[in-house]
């Protein structure tokens, strides 16, 4: 079973254009994902995949990149046509596993790369993806951090921008210590017969009420497994969480 680490990178932001290009330390955003990527050992390779030609050049400066169409709707998407720009210089089936890497998150552990692929010696896993513990009210209850409950056997229930579960009867202060809560951690691996099927699904209502493609992908009835890590990895959405950096980070 093949391992394949794609890095979707977009130059058009509407909160932060020119994202992968942003400089952290005397690296940009996206050299530094590619690095920690590249230091997983279960891949077989790591490609970013943009439809920017001034990000396709700084990639290749060191590492590999393949150019994608701009008609993509997601990171999703543009994983799919990547792995039919590559699998001419390398054969990838459909039980072979596609691990979709966010190219905001510049902090990316191996560690959790790693783990997200373990969950793939289940041969039952078709989609898999990562949750950390929240510990922050700020995480809780700001819409831009996606919270996640899962069942006993470590399946995905439901995704939401919303703090999930609502506790009934407790001030909203103490729903940390009512609860354990958790937070997606948003990078996704799928099997490459999985990631065919899914990208071809439309619209669902929930996904477009909360803007998360994997509740289209539940609502069709693909489960989702996930796996939790205890790495902090912060990604950057906007120039302000660029600044806000914390020294140790750069």
Not at 29 to 53: H, L
Not at 114 to 124: I, K, M, R, W
Not at 172 to 200: E, T
Not at 221 to 231: D, F, L, M, N, R
């Amino acid at each position: 079973m093949k391992y394949i680490g794609i890095i979707p990178a977009r130059y058009a932001s509407t909160r932060f254009p020119g994202k992968p290009l942003a400089m952290i330390g005397n690296k940009s955003m996206i050299r530094r994902v590619f690095e920690q990527a590249v230091k997983c050992p279960v891949f077989d390779k790591v490609v970013v995949a943009t439809d920017d030609e001034r990000i396709l050049h700084h990639v290749l400066e060191f590492g590999e990149a393949v150019m994608t169409g701009s008609h993509h709707r997601s990171g999703t998407d543009r994983c799919l046509e990547a792995t039919s720009l590559i699998s001419g210089e390398q054969e990838i089936g459909d039980k072979d596993v596609v691990i979709n890497i966010q190219g905001d998150e510049p902090f990316i552990q191996p560690e959790q790369i790693e783990l997200l692929a373990s969950l793939f010696q289940n041969p039952d896993t078709g989609i898999s993806t990562l949750v950390k513990h929240i510990t922050r009210a700020e995480e809780l209850f700001s819409p831009n951090i996606v919270k996640v409950v899962f069942d006993r056997n470590f399946q995905a229930l439901y995704f939401s921008r919303s703090p999930i579960p609502f506790i009934r009867g407790a001030e909203q202060d103490q729903w940390l210590k009512q609860h354990h809560f958790f937070r997606h951690v948003g990078m996704y691996a799928y099997r490459l017969g999985v990631l065919k099927k899914i990208a071809s699904l439309p619209f669902g209502d929930l996904e477009k009420a909360e803007s998360l493609e994997q509740l289209r992908w539940m609502q069709e009835g693909y489960p989702i497994h996930v796996a939790e890590t205890s790495y902090d990895s912060p990604g950057i959405d906007t120039p302000e969480d660029l600044r806000r950096l914390p020294p140790q980070w750069l």
